[in-house]
């Protein structure tokens, strides 16, 4: 648990669940803790001084380094071993990538091999073979790595993007190394010589969901309560929805309802709390107006 910015200083981490019906098992061999990759931005400032800084001046904080299971570089920084994913040449792999960064998106790659996308937030999908997927704050997405390549090291990468390295950034920041090893089983244990040959990218107009159901209940059918949530942003870089901008309770929303309150106007405003009854269907809508 984290309130606010907690998130970009403690301990972060995944919750895996493994579904032994998945109606893809057949593409992979392999899908286990050795699989699972994790990339997330590191500040050498706590967040609760980063975040001020943003409120007075409307910039962004810049990450000082990306990590890849844990582990990073930055400019000038000690050389700390990279993190390893082992394989065995001839095996397929499920890779389970998670974005657990505070804001920036990640572009996973591995040198020389091309990835299945497959999954996506849980939902399987048409699987798609390419040799790059975007990764955003929060996502999940699934990859079948093919070990067919000759055993050797080849670098995993993942350059994240949002704010600028240096020279015109933050000094300490170079997204090229975040990255991590693949090490075939038989391979030295040295760094990889490869190189990021690029390739195509996985674009949403390929994502299609192998179940094509509605939400809740099947069908066409009218919503039982429709929620509108207009994004604007007129006080940068503060952002409203429905005109509110959220400011962290003094007091958490359970323990106000514990307390007694009962409709929405009980709550605190900037918490904009919607209650619906249960067993409903319920719509969402969030226009995109590009604030």
Known sequence: SHLSTQYCDGLRGIFA????DDPLKDL???DDETTIITLADWYHELAPAAQNDFF???VVPIPDAGLINGVGRFIGGPLVDYAVVNVEQGKRYRLRIFAIACRPFFTFSIDNHNITFME???IEHDPVEVQNIDVYTAQRVSAILNANQPVDNYWIRAPPTGGAPAPNGNPNFDPDLTR??????????????TNNTGGPKLLDEQMHPIAQEHPGMLGSGDPDVAIVL???QPNPPFFDINGISYISPTIPVLL??????KQPQDLLPSE????????ILLQVSIPGTGA
Do not use: C, H, M, W
């Open 17 to 20: 669940v493994y579904d032994p």
């Open 28 to 30: 992979y061999d392999v």
């Open 56 to 58: 007075q001046t409307g």
């Open 120 to 122: 996506a937030d849980g």
């Open 180 to 193: 991590a090893i693949l090490r075939y089983k038989g391979a030295p244990d040295v760094e990889p010589t």
């Open 230 to 232: 207009n994004i604007a």
């Open 256 to 261: 106000q309802i514990l307390s007694g309150a």
């Open 272 to 279: 904009q709390v919607f209650i619906v009854p249960p067993n």
